[in-house]
C-alpha cells in the first residue's frame, strides 16, 4: 500500500493542508513502510475525531476519509470487569517513598466522596494504624479516578499488613523498606517494555499476529513475577506499560479509539496487581507513555488527556519518591543530596535507596538536549519539557556526586532508550547527554529497554571496552531488559558489537538483579515461561572509594 500519491493529492488542496487537518496530511505523508496500512487507519481515526470542529473540511472529504472506518466494525477491545461499587479498590501499586515509608496507590471507578483511607498493622488480624490522604486525580477520557496514601515511619524490612478502607478490599502485605547501608543480600527484579496479555496483547513475531485466545497466565512474565513473588524484594520498570498506544493495531478498536486506549491501560494495571500490591513497583518513562499512538506528528490528534503522558502522571506521580536525605557524615554529601531532592522531578526522574542500592531513575524521553519525544526531537510526539533547562541533568550530577559508597556502595542507573544495543535502534543523544556523567560519577551498572530483546555489554566507556571486563572496572556495565513482551512482537537479535556477551530473542524474558554483597552484583536474565536462568554474570567492584566525583 503506497500512501504517497494519495498525500500529494491531499497536499494539493488548501482546505486539506491547513487549519485542524495539517497535521493529519502531514502524518499521512509520513507513513511509508511495514505497518503502513495499520498506520493510515490509525491516522484516519484520530483525524475523525476531530471532523466535527473542521470547518475548512468538505462533507465528502471527511465522507471518504471515514470510510475505512466504518468497515472494520464496532470496538472490539476487551473491557475490563468494572465492579459493581464503583468505590472498590482496582490497580493497587506500591512504592518506596522514602527510607522508612511506603505509598499504597490504587484507583477507583467513582470519585470518593470522603478521605481514601490505609489500615495496616505488622499483624492481618491487628490492622491497628490508620492514614488518610485526600488526594484525589483524573483526566479527560480517563474512566478512573487514582488515590494515594504514604505510610510513613515503618520499622525496615519488616512484613506490613494493610487493607484500603473500602466495603470491597482484601488485606494484602508487603515488606517495608531495607535501611540504606543494610548490606543484607536481596533481590531486585527488572521489566521493560511489558504490554497487557491477552486478545489485546502481545504476540513474539508480528504485530498483526495478536493471539486469540488468552494465554495460560504462567506462560507471560506477569505470571512468572506473581508466580515468584517471594524471590525478589521489589520492582523496577524503566518505561512502556501496557501499550495502550498501539490499539489501532486490533483494527475493531477504530471505531472508538479513546476508549479502547483506556480499556488497555485499565486490563494492564490490574493484570500488574498481584506484583505490584504486594512489592514496590518504581517506574519512569517510555516513549509509549507519550501519547495516544506512537506515529509521528499526530500526537495533537489525541484527545484532551491522552498526550503528553498524562496517564503516566497521573498513575505516578503522587507515589515515587523525590530523592533521600544523605546518609552519609560527609556534610558535601549532605548538601549534594538537598539539591538533588530539590531537583527531582518524579515520576520523570528520582532516586531513592535501598539496603546497599542507591537506584536513580532517569528520562530518557524529554528533558535534555535533543531528547526524541520533546517538541523538536527525532520521534515526533511533542512531550515535556516538564522541568526548567538543565533540570534533569543537574538532578543527575547532584545525585551521582552525593552518593556514599560505604553507606550504598551499589549505584544503579536505569532509564528506558539505550545507547549500546544489537538488533535495534540505539539512542546517541543520550549517550551524549548521560554517558560522560555515568563514567565520571562511577555507575555500576546501566539498566535500558526499548529495544524488544535481552542483552549483556561488558563495562563499556565511549564505544571502548573496559580492560578489565567484570573484574573491578572503572567504567559501567549495561544491559537491554526489553524482551518481557508486547504487541510488538520481540526483536531480533542483529550483528554483533564488540562488547556484547548476551543476546536473546527467542521469547519472552526479564531480568534479576542479585545484590550479594558490598562487592558482588548478580545479573541474571530469566525465561519468562519456564524461570529457566538464560545467562547469569558476577560484577566485582572494589567500591574502596567513598565517593566518586571524577
Known amino acids: 500500500?503506497?500512501?504517497?500519491p494519495f498525500c500529494s493529492q491531499l497536499q494539493d488542496s488548501p482546505t486539506m493542508a491547513s487549519g485542524a487537518l495539517a497535521p493529519f496530511v502531514r502524518s499521512l505523508n509520513d507513513v511509508d513502510g511495514l505497518y503502513e496500512g495499520a498506520k493510515f487507519v490509525a491516522i484516519l481515526g484520530t483525524a475523525s475525531r476531530i471532523f466535527t470542529s473542521a470547518k475548512d473540511t468538505a462533507p465528502s472529504m471527511a465522507s471518504l476519509l471515514l470510510l475505512p472506518l466504518m468497515a472494520v466494525g464496532s470496538l472490539a477491545v476487551n473491557y475490563p470487569t468494572i465492579p459493581a461499587d464503583l468505590t472498590t479498590p482496582v490497580q493497587q501499586r506500591l512504592a518506596v517513598k522514602g527510607p522508612s515509608s511506603m505509598t499504597i496507590a490504587w484507583n477507583t471507578y467513582a470519585k470518593l466522596n470522603s478521605s481514601a483511607c490505609v489500615r495496616y498493622g505488622t499483624s492481618s488480624s491487628s490492622l491497628t494504624s490508620q492514614t488518610c490522604s485526600d488526594s484525589q486525580t483524573t483526566y479527560d477520557t480517563s474512566r478512573t479516578y487514582a488515590h494515594d496514601?504514604?505510610?510513613?515511619g515503618l520499622q525496615p524490612s519488616t512484613t506490613y499488613y494493610y487493607q484500603i478502607v473500602s466495603t470491597n478490599s482484601t488485606v494484602e502485605h508487603f515488606l517495608s523498606p531495607r535501611t540504606p547501608g543494610d548490606k543484607t543480600a536481596f533481590n531486585m527484579d527488572v521489566v521493560i517494555d511489558l504490554g497487557v496479555y491477552g486478545p489485546d496483547g502481545y504476540t513474539t513475531t508480528k504485530r498483526d499476529t495478536i493471539p486469540s485466545i488468552q494465554p495460560e497466565l504462567n506462560h507471560t512474565t506477569i505470571g512468572r513475577l506473581a508466580k515468584t513473588v517471594n524471590d525478589y524484594e521489589l520492582v523496577i520498570h524503566p518505561g512502556d506499560f501496557a501499550y495502550a498506544d498501539d490499539w489501532y493495531l486490533k483494527p475493531g478498536n477504530l471505531l472508538d479509539g479513546k476508549d479502547a486506549y483506556q480499556a488497555i491501560l485499565e486490563g494492564f494495571y490490574e493484570q500488574l496487581q498481584p506484583i505490584s500490591g504486594r512489592k514496590a513497583y518504581m517506574a519512569s518513562p517510555g516513549n509509549h507513555e507519550a501519547a495516544c499512538q506512537e506515529i509521528p506528528y499526530t500526537s495533537g490528534l489525541c484527545p484532551e488527556g491522552q498526550h503528553n503522558f498524562t496517564d503516566f502522571m497521573m498513575r505516578?506521580?503522587?507515589?515515587?519518591?523525590?530523592?533521600f536525605a544523605s546518609s552519609s557524615t560527609n556534610s558535601t554529601a549532605q548538601?549534594?543530596?538537598?539539591?538533588?531532592?530539590a531537583l527531582a522531578l518524579p515520576p520523570f526522574w528520582y532516586s531513592f535507596e535501598y539496603g546497599m542500592a542507591h537506584v536513580v531513575m532517569i528520562d530518557t524521553e524529554t528533558d535534555f538536549p535533543s531528547a526524541p519525544d520533546q517538541p523538536g526531537g527525532s520521534a515526533h510526539l511533542g512531550g515535556g519539557p516538564f522541568g526548567a533547562p538543565g533540570q534533569q541533568l543537574n538532578f543527575l550530577k547532584a545525585d551521582l556526586a552525593s552518593v556514599d559508597r560505604s553507606v550504598t556502595p551499589w549505584v544503579i542507573v536505569a532509564g528506558h532508550r539505550p545507547w549500546y544495543s544489537i538488533g535495534g535502534s540505539v539512542c546517541d543523544v543520550c549517550q551524549t547527554a548521560?554517558?560522560?556523567l555515568f563514567y565520571k560519577y562511577g555507575v555500576d551498572l546501566g539498566i535500558f529497554g526499548h529495544v524488544h530483546n535481552s542483552q549483556r555489554f561488558n563495562p563499556v566507556y565511549n564505544q571502548t571496552a573496559d580492560p578489565a571486563g567484570l573484574n573491578d572496572p572503572k567504567a559501567p556495565m549495561y544491559i537491554v531488559a526489553g524482551g518481557a513482551g508486547n504487541i510488538e512482537g520481540l526483536s531480533k537479535v542483529g550483528s554483533n558489537y564488540s562488547t556484547n556477551v548476551f543476546a536473546y530473542a527467542d521469547d519472552f524474558s526479564f531480568v534479576q538483579i542479585k545484590f550479594m554483597d558490598a562487592n558482588h552484583l548478580g545479573v541474571g536474565f530469566v525465561r519468562s515461561e519456564t524461570g529457566e536462568v538464560l545467562d547469569r554474570s558476577v560484577l566485582y567492584k572494589q567500591h574502596d572509594v567513598a565517593f566518586v566525583r571524577n
Not at 1 to 4: E, H, K, P
Not at 149 to 152: F, G, K, P, Q
Not at 335 to 341: D, G, N, R, T, Y
Open 316 to 323: 505516578f506521580g503522587q507515589t515515587m519518591p523525590t530523592a
Open 149 to 152: 496514601v504514604a505510610l510513613t
Open 335 to 341: 548538601s549534594l543530596a538537598s539539591q538533588a531532592q
Open 1 to 4: 500500500m503506497r500512501l504517497r
Open 434 to 436: 548521560f554517558e560522560p
